[in-house]
């Protein structure tokens, strides 16, 4: 039955996707990000994604519904690092991992400059954060659910396939969909609403902390505190973050705790001088080679050329020495300009949009894209999801968002919709 019902949406939305891309867009953002044929019995080897790329190719070419390329300096540095990609690619090390894994990065960079053309309305964007941060709240809450089953004795992991089925890096995932479940909050009015998005973000907070992700609970850690740092509320945060704060983590287990221990005593952790030693064959790997070693570099033989320690081989667990070691210093370069840019954009957004109260949602959306971007720099530094769909789904949000603003959509927009009750969450620090 559970196959069927999937069956069925997923045949409809492609058909629908026929004659409104958009639709297609938002289907293939649900399947990239949540893998939904993962969780069924006959259908989780189907390719779904393909389904949906098929279908939003025929509606570029055969619908009517307007398509608009987004030309600004955020898709112009996003094409230069395809482009580099792909120069860096004949020169991989191991050519043909590193050609599976250029496929697939080329797919969701492909779809995403896809999803800039097509999505331009104001509820397109909206169903495209409901759809981005509904897929991975999923699991935020069923993973917070199961830690308050167990008493957190249990480490939350991610769904089988794609990047984020280690607790790692599912834990990251969730720090940087919590903002985005927070700008959906400021978007809606009824109570009702609001409250079942705040208990979505408290199960998801509690799910980063199942993970016993070293890496998320960093990250965690500096979202809240910049979140803190722009609430108009700052005495109110004082006094009930650190509350909230106890109370989660009085709740973790003893293992928790030891596993936290060691971001203090890394110097006697095998994964963290594991992490070390792959750092430093990164550098090597790139003074050594200008194109890099390809996307894939965590081999015997070439730790044996550039490690340190060549018995000590590690995944880099980093999205900037991921990026140095595969691409070299011009693909890290590019890799950190892209974001860069993006989180200025949503600066502006978060300080321009709110002078007008059509744009006002969107100085929402700016600010809680910086957030994420932020947990996205802080646990991305121990983390290896360079390539992963969402922060460019959020570079992705942020353009669009510009785009709205700086061409004055509103003012054609049939869905812009009257202003909805926000809370400040823009406001400039002091």
Not at 46 to 62: D, E, K, R
Not at 75 to 95: E, G, K, Y
Not at 226 to 255: C, I, N, Q
């Amino acid at each position: 039955m559970r196959d069927l019902a999937l069956l069925i949406v997923i045949a409809l939305l492609a058909l629908k996707g026929m004659r409104a891309p958009w639709v297609a867009v938002l289907g293939w953002t649900w399947v990239s990000m949540m893998n939904p044929h993962g969780l069924s019995y006959r259908l989780n080897n189907a390719p779904v994604a393909l389904v949906f790329a098929l279908s939003a190719l025929i509606g570029l070419l055969a619908s009517r519904d307007r398509k608009e390329f987004v030309v600004s300096r955020e898709t112009v540095v996003l094409m230069l690092f395809m482009a580099w990609m792909c120069i860096t690619l004949p020169f991989s090390i191991v050519f043909d991992d590193s050609f599976e894994l250029w496929k697939r990065v080329m797919k969701i960079d492909v779809m995403l400059l896809v999803t800039m053309a097509v999505l331009y309305s104001r509820k397109h964007l909206l169903a495209f954060v409901w759809v981005v941060a509904g897929s991975l709240a999923f699991y935020g809450i069923k993973g917070g659910l199961f830690t308050l089953a167990t008493g957190g004795s249990y480490r939350v992991n991610g769904p089988e396939g794609g990047y984020i089925t280690g607790n790692n890096e599912v834990g990251l995932a969730l720090v940087m969909t919590i903002p985005l479940l927070r700008f959906l909050q400021t978007t809606v009015a009824a109570k009702w609403k609001r409250h079942a998005l705040t208990g979505a973000m408290l199960l998801c907070g509690i799910s980063v902390l199942g993970t016993q992700s070293r890496g998320a609970f960093l990250a965690v850690s500096a979202m809240l505190v910049v979140m803190w740092w722009r609430s108009d509320k700052r005495m109110l945060g004082l006094l009930l973050l650190p509350a909230l704060a106890v109370a989660a983590l009085s709740f973790m287990p003893e293992t928790w705790w030891s596993r936290m221990d060691t971001i203090k005593t890394y110097q006697q952790d095998d994964s963290a001088l594991g992490r070390l030693n792959a750092w430093a064959m990164a550098w090597n790997l790139a003074t050594h080679n200008f194109f890099g070693g390809g996307f894939s570099v965590t081999w015997p033989q070439i730790f044996l050329m550039y490690a340190p320690e060549p018995d000590r081989m590690h995944a880099a667990h980093s999205i900037y020495f991921m990026v140095l070691g595969e691409h070299g210093f011009i693909g890290l370069f590019l890799f950190l300009l892209l974001f860069v840019l993006t989180f200025m954009s949503a600066g502006r957004l978060r300080t321009q949009a709110r002078l007008r109260p059509e744009t006002s949602w969107l100085s929402s959306l700016g600010a809680m894209c910086q957030v994420s971007l932020i947990g996205y720099a802080v646990g991305g530094a121990f983390l290896s999801l360079s390539y992963y769909d969402l922060p460019y789904n959020i570079m992705a949000l942020v353009v669009m968002g510009c785009r709205w603003m700086d061409n004055r959509l509103w003012l054609t927009d049939a869905d812009a919709g009257p202003r909805q009750p926000q809370m400040d969450l823009a406001r400039t620090p002091t």
